[in-house]
C-alpha cells in the first residue's frame, strides 16, 4: 500500500503548490513513498523534498518576475517567451535547488520521486526517476513547454518537452504503481473543464513535422478530463483527496505580478493546512 503526491504544473500557477507544500514542511507532514510532478509541480517538490522551505516563493516571487525570464517581445523576434536557460543558470548561482538533499530524504525513506516528460519525437509520458545527478536537467525538460520554450531538453536519452503534454495529471500512473491514497495537488480550480481552444491548435501548429508528439498536444484536453474524471470517481480500492487553488486564482501561466503570487501563495498554505486534516481523516 503506497501513499503518493501528485503536484500538476501550470508554469506560474505553481505557486500556490509552492504554498501547499510548505505548510507541509511546517507540520513535518510526510506520509508519502512516491512522489510524481510535473513541469512546476516537479520543481516544487524537489526543494520540497531537499527541505528548502520558501526557496520556491522565493523562487516565483523573485526570478520568476524578472523581465528576463518571460518576455513576449522577445519572443515575437525569435526568442524564447519563457526562458528556461537564463532561469536555470540564475537559480544555480543565486539559489540552487539541493539535489543531493533531496536524494537523501528518497533513500532514507526508500521513496520515489518520478518527474514527468513527453517524449518530443513519440508524444509518450516519461517518467524519469529523479536523481541528484540529472534531476535539475529532468525538472528543465518537464518544463519545457511548446511555443513558450523554443526546442526541447535532452533527458533519459530522448529529446523532451513538458510533461503536462502527456500526462498532465499522473494520478493514473500513482495508482498503476500501487498507491492506494492518494493526494492531488492541483493548479485549477475545482469546476475548470479543459477543451480543445486556440491554445491547443497553437501547439499543434508548433509540432508540425513531429506526427506523434503532435497527436498528444490535440489529445491532451481529454487526457486531462480523463484524469479529473479518476479523481472524483476513484477505484473502489483507492482513496483520493483534490487539493484545488480558489476559482478566482489571481495568478496565470506567465503571471508575474507579485501582489497576486503573494495572495495565491497564501491561499496554497491554508489549503494544504486543510489538506493534513483531510488525511487524518
Not at 130 to 143: F, I, L, P
Not at 157 to 173: E, F, H, K, L, M
Not at 227 to 239: E, G, L, N, Q, Y
Amino acid at each position: 500500500m503506497k501513499n503518493a503526491l501528485v503536484v500538476e504544473g501550470g508554469g506560474m500557477r505553481g505557486i500556490f503548490s509552492a504554498g501547499v507544500l510548505d505548510a507541509f514542511l511546517e507540520r513535518k507532514f510526510d506520509p508519502f513513498d512516491l512522489y510524481i510532478g510535473v513541469s512546476a509541480g516537479s520543481c516544487n517538490l524537489g526543494s520540497h523534498l531537499a527541505g528548502q522551505h520558501r526557496r520556491n516563493y522565493r523562487v516565483y516571487t523573485g526570478p520568476m518576475t524578472d523581465p528576463r525570464f518571460i518576455s513576449p517581445r522577445r519572443f515575437l523576434s525569435g526568442g524564447h517567451w519563457m526562458d528556461l536557460d537564463w532561469l536555470w543558470n540564475t537559480l544555480e548561482a543565486v539559489d540552487p535547488m539541493d539535489a543531493a538533499a533531496a536524494e537523501r530524504r528518497l533513500k532514507k525513506k526508500k521513496a520515489r520521486f518520478l518527474i514527468v516528460a513527453t517524449d518530443a519525437e513519440s508524444g509518450s509520458p516519461m517518467y524519469l526517476d529523479a536523481v541528484k545527478e540529472t534531476m535539475y536537467d529532468h525538472m528543465k525538460a518537464s518544463s519545457a513547454v511548446p511555443l513558450l520554450y523554443r526546442g526541447p531538453v535532452r533527458a533519459g536519452g530522448n529529446n523532451a518537452v513538458d510533461g503536462g503534454v502527456a500526462d498532465p495529471i499522473p494520478v493514473a500512473r500513482a495508482y498503476e504503481m500501487g498507491a492506494r491514497k492518494i493526494m492531488v495537488v492541483r493548479s485549477r480550480g475545482f469546476g475548470y473543464v479543459k477543451k480543445k481552444d486556440i491554445e491547443t491548435l497553437l501547439l499543434s501548429l508548433a509540432a508540425l513535422g513531429r506526427p506523434g508528439l503532435r497527436r498528444a498536444m490535440i489529445e491532451k484536453p481529454g487526457r486531462y478530463m480523463d484524469s479529473v474524471a479518476m479523481i472524483r470517481r476513484p477505484p473502489a480500492d483507492a482513496d483520493i483527496i483534490e487539493i484545488n487553488p480558489p476559482e478566482n486564482m489571481k495568478t496565470g501561466r506567465t503571471s508575474q505580478d507579485k501582489s497576486a503570487l503573494e495572495e495565491d501563495y497564501r491561499s496554497g498554505i491554508a489549503a494544504g493546512l486543510a489538506a493534513i486534516e483531510r488525511w487524518k481523516k
